[in-house]
């Protein structure tokens, strides 16, 4: 048994030397600098996810301070749910009837509670917000498919051991940043039931993820109820609208004219012509389908200008 272990341990020491020669080497280093421009671009599209992901503008409950709460009761009472209780912006404590009501009706107990303000600015925050999301979502796995199929294109040149064994190393190894591909991003707002004795509790959880913000857009615009282009009624950015302008200018950026067709992975983005910011609205009309580097580079421009205009 002795000797079996040592055995094992003697392949995986020399598998390790293996495989920090190999990626040392000048034949791993010609591929990675073969495909060293579009490591960058995928690259390049990670951090734009990452940015979109922490557009939201937080939002919660206010914030009362801390403290530390102490049991000190003669009577030998377990009060088990004490230790569940959840602190933080986005955490409410309610009584039981607050939590059965947001779970009734989500959307109104989230602006009611964690003071979101009903008004023309609020919503322009949120239908940014969700348009964002949706690029992100689609974005990563767009991005996902764009590294695979790059390191598929190159993998017959790697030893078939490393990649089997060591891939996740290999991808690395070529320069590729590691991708995201879970919702933790979603903002989740929370209600929350404790009992004085600590024996009974309950919670809600409102999920702010791409269908819940959708609808939620839909909701705040019921309340707002205002009129602004020359229309009439106001669009919204939902992901009907996102598609639908998406199609209208025929998968392809209105800036570089770059199409889905003919990049596969291609990260197309729902940007405002005049910016809302600048008197701009929600209508078909100011919307435009720009690729994920012409949006950034226009907002990039955006941003100078308005800090020379400033200064």
Not at 83 to 94: A, P, V
Not at 159 to 187: H, Q, T, V, W
């Amino acid at each position: 048994m002795v000797e079996f272990f040592g055995a094992v341990v003697l392949v995986f020491a020399a598998y390790r030397i293996y495989a920090a020669m190999y990626l040392n080497g000048e034949k791993f280093s010609a591929i990675k600098n073969g495909i060293a421009k579009y490591t960058k671009n995928c690259n390049d599209l990670n951090e734009h996810i990452e940015d979109l992901k922490s557009s939201y503008a937080d939002v919660g409950s206010v914030d009362y301070g801390d403290s530390q709460l102490h049991d000190l009761s003669n009577y030998n009472m377990k009060r088990r749910r004490w230790k569940d209780e959840e602190r933080g912006n986005r955490t409410h404590s309610c009584s039981a009837a607050v939590c059965k009501n947001a779970n009734n009706q989500p959307f109104k107990y989230l602006c009611k509670y964690f003071d979101i303000k009903t008004n023309e600015e609020t919503l322009a925050l949120f239908e940014s917000v969700v348009n964002n999301f949706s690029a992100v979502e689609q974005g990563k796995n767009l991005l996902k498919g764009e590294r695979d199929a790059i390191i598929e294109r190159v993998e017959s040149g790697i030893p078939s051991i490393l990649m089997y064994f060591s891939k996740e190393r290999i991808i690395r190894a070529l320069g590729f940043n590691d991708i995201d591909l879970s919702d933790l991003y979603f903002p989740v707002y929370t209600f929350q039931y404790i009992s004085a004795g600590g024996n009974s509790s309950s919670k809600c959880e409102i999920k702010l993820d791409v269908e819940n913000l959708d609808r939620f857009v839909v909701y705040l615009n019921e309340l707002v109820k205002f009129r602004k282009s020359v229309a009439g009624q106001r669009a919204l950015i939902t992901s009907s609208l996102r598609e639908k302008i998406k199609q209208r200018d025929g998968f392809s950026c209105r800036i570089c004219a770059i199409s889905v067709a003919e990049e596969k992975h291609l990260l197309l983005e729902i940007d405002h012509i005049i910016p809302l910011a600048k008197g701009g609205i929600t209508s078909e009309e100011n919307l435009q389908a720009l690729c994920w580097k012409c949006n950034r580079s226009k907002g990039a421009k955006l941003f100078s200008l308005n800090s020379a205009i400033q200064q």
